[in-house]
């Protein structure tokens, strides 16, 4: 079956960046493009990127832009998100996502990580 | 740049009631366009896609109407478990920006 498997809680203090991974499985890797997605505590979605795993091509929210960087590992089927120079307001849970339609384009989310909370506190 | 506004922010209902929630784009999005379900410390879950196709393992008291700029989610006899929040999300344009309604909180009345 799918899964996607994110790594566990960080707290980071402020100017600090976050790596954080989602270990995919149950069907094939370079297929379906994964984004993510953040939610601050007691906050909506917030989409921040997507990275096609077949080729590597990356695009991010203009927000994210500089800050954020998505890669992915072909090899272990993982997907990584990076976050840096982190500020308090970058305290949330983190989502990797899996696009459900047949192409990258029809991105809805058939398949979600479990969540990563990242705390940004001094 | 499409924005989607969700209506109304919080719906208190009883259990057993039908309810429809709102979404609405700022232009059209087609009917790329899908609804999620999200209860307190968990993931999202896909409902609906396409508008109004259900994901699989979605019971059929779910249903999604609507395309262009006006859409909705109907449940039609509530209950204990899906009271949780709701969001819309537009997926008609590359790359995606600001795809994600505000949702809408259901709570038991």
């Known amino acids: 079956q799918v899964q996607l498997v994110q790594s566990g809680a960080e707290v980071k203090k402020p100017g600090a960046s976050v790596k954080i991974s989602c270990k995919t499985s149950g069907y094939s890797f370079t297929t379906s493009y994964i984004h993510w997605v953040r939610q601050a505590p007691g906050q909506g979605l917030e989409w921040m990127g997507v990275?096609?795993?077949?080729?590597?091509?990356?695009n991010y929210a203009q927000k994210s832009q500089g800050r954020v960087t998505v890669t992915r590992d072909t090899s272990t089927g993982t997907v990584y998100m990076e976050v840096s120079s982190l500020r308090p307001e970058d305290t949330a849970v983190y989502y990797c996502?899996?696009?459900?339609?047949?192409?990258?384009?029809?991105?809805?989310?058939?398949?979600w990580g479990q969540g990563t909370l990242v705390t940004v506190s001094s | 740049e499409i924005v989607m506004t969700q209506s109304p922010a919080t719906l208190s209902v009883s259990p057993g009631e039908r309810v429809t929630l709102s979404c609405r784009a700022s232009?059209?999005?087609?009917?790329?366009l899908a609804w999620y379900q999200q209860k307190p410390g968990q993931a999202p879950r896909l409902l609906i896609y396409?508008?109004?196709t259900r994901a699989t393992g979605i019971p059929a008291r779910f249903s999604g109407r609507g395309s262009g700029t006006e859409f909705t989610l109907t449940i039609s006899s509530l209950q204990s478990e899906d009271f949780a929040i709701y969001y819309c999300?537009?997926?008609?344009?590359?790359?995606?920006?600001?795809?994600f309604g505000q949702g809408t909180k259901l709570e038991i009345k």
């Open positions: 999300q537009q997926y008609n344009n590359w790359p995606p920006k600001y795809i």
């Open positions: 396409g508008a109004s």
């Open positions: 990275i096609n795993p077949g080729g590597g091509g990356t």
């Open positions: 232009q059209s999005v087609n009917s790329n």
């Open positions: 996502a899996r696009v459900g339609g047949y192409s990258g384009y029809d991105y809805y989310f058939d398949y």
